[in-house]
């Protein structure tokens, strides 16, 4: 049988997936664990959060991936005078027939840069709830589909709070995964400040990829096994941080089908077709720990949010 003429070159998951990491390495110095996890959540189709001080690389790390897949790019600097239709796109008026005419907006990328995403107004934030969940938007009534893939690679500085609007737990909610890159070693550093001209290396990237080898490649992770006793056991964390006295909101429904779809991504690019508990419990910190809300009293003992989880991973039975 003849492969059709629009479908996706046929490649291993896990050399592709290796590919793009050892792309985005070459900018982003050290740093595999994040580059991994972040290369992860767009094969599994989500988005990602990248919460950091200023300066560590997290547009670097956006613009590393866009350049290692072939795929549209599109970039919005948030601001508090932003407005929805600068996002989505608007209508106007098109004189020669009389009509109004739809311009899209930088959402139609299959990859999406937000930089610093708490800075635009909370009207402006909701714009981006239904693309985000159901890769669609509407606008004057009428809804356009988002291209495939599609991802939105979000940056925020959490030191920062003037002139910002704290991302709401809706819009938390949509993101697969909240990343943070942290500060590079001292040989890492010195390693980046002995290259001649950083810039030059991520503008000499090529792409090791395409939007249809990534859409592919999700496809073939949903074939990964999920043993029941794996499902059940993150259907366990999810019920007890629901009841947990620390907790004021608990894990979702959609974080713990994020969660089980990510990890089967992760075995994919490991080389298995299975799900270990495993990487559920290594994933979950990252999946976790924006969507569930501490409880005022814990709060105000000194609890957080990574303390819970770690709790919650620690004590519920592994199965084996």
Request: proline share 8%; hydrophobic share 45%; aromatic share 4%.
């Amino acid at each position: 049988m003849s492969t059709p003429p629009n479908a996706p070159t046929p490649v291993a998951l896990t050399d592709v997936f290796e590919a793009i990491c050892a792309n985005v390495g070459r900018v982003v110095r050290g740093k595999d664990e994040v580059i991994r996890l972040t290369v992860a959540a767009m094969v599994a189709g989500g988005h990602v959060l990248i919460e950091d001080v200023p300066g560590v690389g997290k547009t670097s790390l956006a613009k590393a991936l866009a350049r290692s897949v072939r795929a549209s790019f599109g970039r919005v600097q948030f601001t508090p005078d932003l407005l929805p239709s600068d996002v989505l796109g608007a209508s106007v008026w098109n004189a020669g027939d009389a009509t109004f005419e739809f311009r899209p907006g930088p959402v139609f990328s299959q990859l999406l840069l937000i930089d610093e995403v708490n800075r635009a107004s909370p009207k402006t934030q909701s714009a981006l709830l239904e693309a985000m969940a159901e890769e669609q938007v509407t606008v004057d009534g009428t809804t356009y589909r988002l291209p495939h893939p599609f991802m939105v690679l979000a940056t925020q500085n959490p030191l920062e709070h003037q002139g910002t609007f704290p991302l709401p737990e809706s819009q938390l909610d949509r993101f697969l995964m909240r990343l943070s890159i942290g500060y590079p070693t001292r040989n890492e550093e010195l390693e980046l400040l002995r290259e001649e001209n950083h810039d030059a290396v991520l503008a000499g990237l090529t792409p090791v990829a395409d939007g249809g080898q990534i859409a592919e490649m999700g496809r073939r992770a949903t074939t990964v096994h999920v043993a029941p006793a794996v499902a059940e056991y993150v259907v366990t964390l999810a019920e007890r941080s629901r009841t947990a006295p620390e907790l004021h909101l608990g894990i979702s429904p959609r974080a713990s089908l994020g969660l089980l779809r990510v990890a089967r991504v992760w075995a994919a690019a490991s080389g298995r077709d299975y799900v270990m508990p495993d990487d559920v419990k290594h994933l979950a910190r990252h999946v976790l720990n924006h969507r569930i809300i501490v409880a005022p009293e814990a709060r105000h003992r000194g609890i957080t949010a990574d303390d819970v989880l770690t709790d919650l991973l620690r004590t519920t039975p592994v199965p084996v």
